[in-house]
């Protein structure tokens, strides 16, 4: 049995796909009716009549089984020539049928049928040609370009699809790519900033075990404590990687700001938070970009630069946010595009916005500038 045109579909498009079978079983019943009236023929309700209705009952199910319908139109043709004075076509009372079948995989049985047909066609129509050459070549010719035409349709039609498909299939794979980008920005920034503070208090812990013991175990607490948070933030992200992008835990905003600072804080590098304007305001996408930025720009400070203070400064204004982190570390070292910086240049860039990272005299600038405006709540 031959596949349907549409497997996967959603509610209103099935919707949409029985309207129109509904549409051509009318045009189909009627187009035959018109047909058989305009060569000459009776109307009858035992003949044509019952004719048309069962081949516009047919199209009914033609998604579905679209080789049964073919062959039984055609066998209706077949059974109402017999019966009947009708001498018109043989293809055009089954256009849709043809169309139909010629859209699935077996568009060779379709040839292969129609070709038959056409044959047959010929052998009805012989006794013509003693009395018109013209008249039985223009009749075949026209029957054969029909068919050409409603196969040539049907697996037109059948590629446009395919093609839809494949490109909603690409679409699908970009979007879980981009989702496997983020998570693993996310992955790193959680990694490597809670790994540099609590590197930082361990070896505060190890140089006063011995002299110092409860700030040894103050310092072994605050790492527990960023340590139990970053399980947190990593158990979040791996029920996105199970559950889908769909079904995302809320990420850290600027709420947690706050929090982030006052880590640093512990870890022994003097930070001040300076915010201006209102941080209410700013949607969701960049909030959690300001937070990744300041998160990754500290855990360099940290770990890299050897700096005692940094000064972190948020200007919220109604279209733009600017983000800027100055330390007083060593600002010749050489600068390498790690994958914390190119995370957080990916994030900016994403949201239109614009990241600079650069030495300057007696420490060293992370800068950005994200807009606000057209950005996902």
Do not use: C
Request: glycine share 8%.
């Amino acid at each position: 049995m031959a596949e349907p045109l549409s497997q996967r579909v959603s509610i209103p498009v099935r919707h949409f796909d029985r309207i129109i079978d509904v549409a051509l079983a009318t045009l189909t019943v009627v187009g035959v009716i018109t047909g058989v009236a305009a060569a000459e023929v009776r109307i009858t309700w035992t003949g044509t009549i019952p004719f048309a209705l069962f081949l516009g009952a047919l199209l009914l199910v033609r998604r579905r089984w679209p080789m049964t319908v073919l062959l039984l139109s055609i066998a209706a043709i077949f059974i109402y020539r017999l019966t009947s004075d009708f001498e018109g076509g043989w293809i055009w009372p089954l256009s849709v049928a043809y169309f139909t079948a010629a859209a699935t995989p077996r568009v060779r049985w379709v040839v292969a049928i129609g070709a038959a047909q056409l044959i047959y066609s010929a052998v009805d129509f012989w006794p013509v040609l003693n009395r018109s050459i013209g008249r039985f070549i223009v009749h075949l010719a026209g029957e054969a370009l029909l068919l050409a035409v409603l196969i040539a349709a049907g697996v037109a039609y059948a590629v446009l699809l395919r093609w839809r498909e494949r490109l909603r299939e690409a679409d699908g794979r970009a979007r879980v790519a981009e989702e496997r980008l983020r998570v693993s920005r996310e992955v790193h920034d959680i990694v490597a900033h809670t790994l540099a503070v609590v590197g930082v208090h361990l070896n505060v812990a190890a140089d006063t075990l011995e002299e110092a013991p409860d700030e040894a175990a103050e310092a072994l607490r605050l790492a527990q404590n960023i340590r139990n948070r970053a399980m947190a933030d990593l158990a979040s992200l791996i029920s996105v990687l199970r559950e889908g992008p769909d079904d995302n835990a809320p990420q850290p905003g600027l709420a947690s700001l706050h929090e982030l600072v006052a880590d640093a804080r512990a870890a022994g590098l003097d930070v001040v938070l300076d915010e201006h304007g209102d941080p209410s305001a700013v949607p969701a996408a960049p909030a959690v970009a300001i937070y990744r930025i300041v998160q990754e720009a500290l855990t360099n400070t940290l770990r890299h630069s050897g700096a005692t203070k940094a000064e972190v400064t948020i200007d919220y204004r109604p279209r733009s946010i600017t983000v800027e982190i100055v330390d007083d570390g060593r600002g010749d070292h050489d600068v390498a595009e790690g994958y914390g910086l190119a995370g957080m240049r990916e994030r900016v860039s994403a949201l239109g916005g614009v990241l600079t990272a650069e030495p300057t005299s007696g420490g060293f600038t992370v800068k950005a500038d994200i807009p606000v405006a057209g950005s996902p709540a």
